[in-house]
């Protein structure tokens, strides 16, 4: 089956640009999302991007698709402290999803 | 609109007894997907339902585990003999359809501590 890794933390001072990396198996993966979780929530949809784009730009977000390397990133331009949460990489097609293990972002000041 | 709401929010239960965690979806959502969040852990998928199909139980860990949906809206997430590494967040999320492209709303999540 799919497996997705993301490294577990990351560290940004605030007004940096965070990049939050995402490695995937599963070559067959059509979409490839983007969610957030604040601190006690659920998981929030960020952004996403089909596979057959290299690159998606959202306002301070920027997803970048590698197929080649089953690589995806998210980079995050001008980190404020609200960013801080754990994001977690889900790619997959169809209603099969797996979700990466999270990567917490700390924005500090 | 209302989003997707699960109760309870905290759930302590005693090693050995049968919990049932509840999820409301939003309205209208034909998809509904259980997943479990361990400590520290990414999230497991549990089970999916589509409409009237059958569901996809792939991803339930034991026949201890088990899932409903009564007239395609509320789902019931139960657990039976509940085990201390049954300790997690239990995530419900909705969407429009089970196929890729639509984003799934998640609940803010049931947490099951197991003493």
């Keep these: 089956g799919e497996d997705v890794e993301q490294s577990l933390f990351l560290s940004v001072r605030e007004g940096d640009s965070s990049v939050i990396n995402c490695t995937y198996t599963d070559s067959s993966s059509t979409y490839l999302y983007w969610y957030k979780q ?55 097609q169809g209603q099969n999803f797996v979700f990466g293990p999270g990567t917490r972002l700390s924005v500090l000041p | 609109g209302a989003g997707v709401s699960q109760s309870p929010s905290n759930k302590v239960t005693e090693k050995g007894k049968d919990v049932e965690l509840r999820c409301d979806p939003i309205s209208g959502h034909t998809a509904l997907y259980w997943y479990r969040q361990s400590l520290g852990q990414g999230l497991e998928f549990l089970i999916y339902f589509q409409g009237n199909s059958a569901p996809d139980k792939s991803g339930l860990p034991s026949d201890r585990f088990s899932a409903e949906r009564t007239g395609g809206s509320v789902s019931t997430l139960t657990i039976q003999r509940t ?26 999540g049931t947490r099951l501590t197991v003493t």
């Design chain 1, 38 to 92: 604040e601190p006690g929530a659920g998981l929030q949809l960020l952004t996403y991007i089909f596979s057959n784009m290299d690159m998606k730009q959202d306002q301070r977000l920027t997803v970048l698709l590698n197929k080649k390397d089953k690589h995806l990133s998210l980079r995050i331009a001008d980190t404020q402290t609200g960013d801080s949460a754990i994001y977690f990489c889900a790619p997959g």
């Design chain 2, 83 to 108: 085990q201390q590494e049954d300790s997690a967040v239990y995530l419900c999320a909705s969407s429009l359809a089970g196929t890729g492209g639509y984003e799934q709303y998640f609940g803010p």
